[in-house]
């Protein structure tokens, strides 16, 4: 007997058994490699949120997973799999890039919602592609994006060794920012207001990073867009059948997803870096996926699964550190074991705990 699960289970319960299996399952391989994993995890928590220090490089890692995380769920609400937030990603930053290399001189009220224009419009740009061609053409969307995070890391690549590189200089990256085109970090704005914390990257996008979770929440429960995607995810024939355009919704769901993956550029290229490097994005677009699964695509959910993959980030690197023994490939291996069993193997705690509540009389 299979029992309909309450929101809170599925929405809370199954992911957290679903990260304690993860965890347990890392606590073996760091034990088989000879460390104390009760010393590990405590390790990972008070290197990531023990101090200032850890809290403000969690929530800037976090920060850029949200951004790439609210892609992924976007495009998931209308069973589009946008696996090419790297490339989106990517985009966007020679689109913060272009605005801030021209704006640096002013001031950062006047660039920041013109860099926010240039990576939505330029993550928006790489998505449209892909999106018509899956829409017009039956290409499969999750085929061309990943063509598509290959073609943009060649451009970029191109870009910064032959266009904007500094005249003399070997290093592909283009010249640092003025201060009219650098974010106000943190602890600078509670400092201002008499808060002493430690100098991190964490910057002014952590709260633009909210309000587009506030935002895509708005989009997708309280905007006749946001049901029909929300429809057109559901039910593509029965979409049709109420008069939505398949097309149009394919490709605006991805230009907003594109936009929304370009987006991060704005916490690392503007708000951090002061310029445009090689490989900025590090991966991050691929961790917006695993972020989208354990957020179960809802902008909260996603905010949240962004802050462990950001303790997770931090932490890992104090453990790295202090347990020379566990490297950084071993970070990975636990995060690899998150989106194992938040993402493939879901359905291992799902069926027991909705036979659980079968048992109990149903999900009340």
């Not at 599925?10 to 000879?34: E, K, Q, R």
């Not at 991805?254 to 370009?262: D, E, K, R, V, Y």
């Not at 490097?277 to 991050?284: H, I, S, T």
Request: with cysteine.
């Amino acid at each position: 007997m299979k029992a309909t699960l309450p929101r809170w289970a599925d929405l809370a319960l199954i992911p957290a058994i679903n990260l304690l299996l993860a965890f347990f399952f890392a606590g073996l391989v760091v034990l088989f490699i000879g460390e104390d994993p009760i010393r590990a995890v405590r390790i990972l928590i008070t290197g990531s949120l023990g101090s200032s220090y850890g809290i403000g490089f969690t929530l800037y890692y976090a920060t850029t997973f949200v951004f790439t995380g609210l892609a992924v769920a976007i495009a998931f609400h209308a069973s589009l799999f946008n696996i090419g937030g790297e490339g989106q990603a990517a985009l966007g930053g020679i689109g913060v890039t272009l605005v801030c290399l021209t704006l640096d001189h002013t001031h950062w009220l006047l660039t920041l919602p013109l860099a926010i224009l240039g990576a939505g419009l330029f993550g928006a740009a790489w998505a449209f592609v892909p999106g018509y061609l899956q829409a017009k053409r039956g290409s499969h969307v999750v085929i061309t994006t990943i063509m598509f995070n290959f073609i943009a890391s060649a451009l970029v690549v191109y870009l910064l060794v032959n266009v904007l590189k500094v005249p003399g200089s070997m290093a592909p990256e283009s010249r640092n920012f003025a201060a009219g085109a650098h974010l106000p970090f943190v602890h600078e704005m509670l400092a201002a207001v008499g808060i002493k914390v430690s100098r991190t990257p964490m910057n002014l996008t952590s709260l633009l990073a909210l309000l587009a979770a506030f935002l895509t929440w708005a989009l997708i429960w309280r905007t006749r867009l946001g049901y029909e995607l929300r429809a057109f995810g559901f039910s593509e024939p029965a979409a049709v059948y109420a008069g939505i355009d398949p097309v149009r919704i394919t490709i605006v769901v991805m230009l907003i997803s594109g936009a929304m993956s370009g987006m991060m550029a704005l916490n690392v290229v503007m708000g951090y870096q002061h310029r445009l490097v090689l490989d900025y994005v590090g991966g991050a677009g691929f961790v917006g996926i695993a972020v989208a699964l354990m957020g179960r695509s809802h902008p909260v959910g996603v905010v949240l699964a962004a802050i462990l993959f950001g303790i997770l980030y931090q932490g890992g690197a104090e453990l790295a550190f202090e347990m020379p023994s566990i490297s950084r490939e071993m970070i990975v291996v636990i995060q690899a074991l998150v989106i194992l069993f938040t993402g493939a193997l879901e359905n291992l705690t799902r069926v027991p705990v909705e036979r659980m509540f079968a048992r109990l009389g149903g999900g009340g």
